[in-house]
């Protein structure tokens, strides 16, 4: 998919800058620039902007499986500056190439052999047909032995809580990481909460994961924007503060975190390495313009307080 964001209110016209956009990208992205291989799982249509997303992700050292649709359009995203604090989006991505991602498309990204297979919660909400390709590369990455890392990445402009709470707390149990922000826990683990409301909220986040441990999730990973993340493991509860930078544009921020916490994983940091990283490239994702734009290299990481290998200072 592709954001053409505009300075000012759509309605009065003017200059729109085109980016790559999808949290998917983000953390392909992320994980590229800091020395990983990665390869990008898609489609896009055989037009112009298509063609520009598969330049831009081949630019930053990222592989393309992607197969390219030309009875579609690739997915269009106008995002609208409405106010300094207020970003508006508007979807064209109905019946969009990307929105046809099929089991086929996954059998070919998981011919690889990757370590890693991350996925987000927005390719269910897409299409039936896109629903059954992440269901089935979740439950064959699992079955491989693949480590499966799942981004909630609730969309409430493509379906209701309800409809995604069905969908994707099934599948949360093939997660071995399941990474949430700190309001979508509820989506992956709903029945953990039942008779458990007079809780107060850090309980209630205690009993989802748990809940989740239980199903054989092997790391909860809670998102709380300035207030930092946690992660619960069956051998305990890790927590990072945010890395104190000054923001001007949150959005992916959500997904530098991941790419941080998923490259040091790779690394083979542990727990408490992987949050930092995470926070780390989090603040990054914040205090630059742009989706993934500013998002660092690997001896960049310094800039905030991190070694190249990820640990702070
Ligand atoms: P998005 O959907 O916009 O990508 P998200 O809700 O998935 O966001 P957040 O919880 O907002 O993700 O942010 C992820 C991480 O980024 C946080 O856990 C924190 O480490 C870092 N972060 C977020 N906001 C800030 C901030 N204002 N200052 C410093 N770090 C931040």
């Known amino acids: 998919m592709v954001s053409l964001r505009s300075a000012g209110p759509l309605s009065a016209g003017g200059s ?141 402009r493509l379906w209701t809580r309800d409809e995604a709470r069905a969908v994707l707390g099934p599948i949360a149990r093939h997660a071995d990481i399941l990474i949430a922000s700190d309001d979508e826990l509820d989506l992956v683990a709903s029945a953990a909460l039942s008779g458990s409301d007079s809780l107060g909220y850090d309980d209630a986040e205690t009993a989802l994961a748990a809940s989740l441990l239980e199903q054989g999730v092997g790391e909860v990973v809670v998102k709380r924007g300035s207030a930092g993340a946690g992660v619960h493991t069956a051998s305990g509860r890790f927590e990072a503060p945010a890395v104190a930078v000054t923001s001007i544009d949150t959005v992916g921020a959500g997904d530098a975190f991941t790419a941080g916490y998923l490259s040091a994983l790779l690394d083979g940091e542990d727990v408490a390495g992987r949050l930092q990283r995470g926070a780390v490239m989090g603040a990054f994702a914040v205090s630059t313009a742009g989706d993934w734009e500013g998002l660092p290299s690997r001896a960049e990481l310094a800039m905030l307080g991190a070694t190249a290998s990820g640990t702070t200072q």
């Open 16 to 156: 729109l800058a085109m980016h790559v956009a999808g949290a998917e990208s983000n953390v392909a992205v992320g994980v590229a620039r800091l020395g990983h291989t990665v390869t990008w799982a898609g489609a896009v249509g055989a037009d112009p902007h298509g063609e520009f997303i598969l330049r831009q992700l081949r630019s930053e050292g990222i592989g393309t499986q992607c197969r390219v649709d030309p009875s579609r359009s690739t997915g269009v995203m106008f995002l609208e500056q409405r106010t300094a604090d207020v970003t508006r989006a508007f979807y064209y991505r109905a019946g969009s190439a990307g929105s046809t991602v099929s089991r086929d498309d996954v059998d070919s990204a998981l011919a690889a052999g990757p370590r890693v297979l991350h996925l987000t919660g927005i390719t269910p909400a897409l299409s039936p047909e896109a629903r059954k390709a992440f269901e089935y590369a979740a439950e064959c990455a699992a079955a491989d032995g693949v480590l499966v890392s799942l981004d909630v990445n609730y969309r409430s």
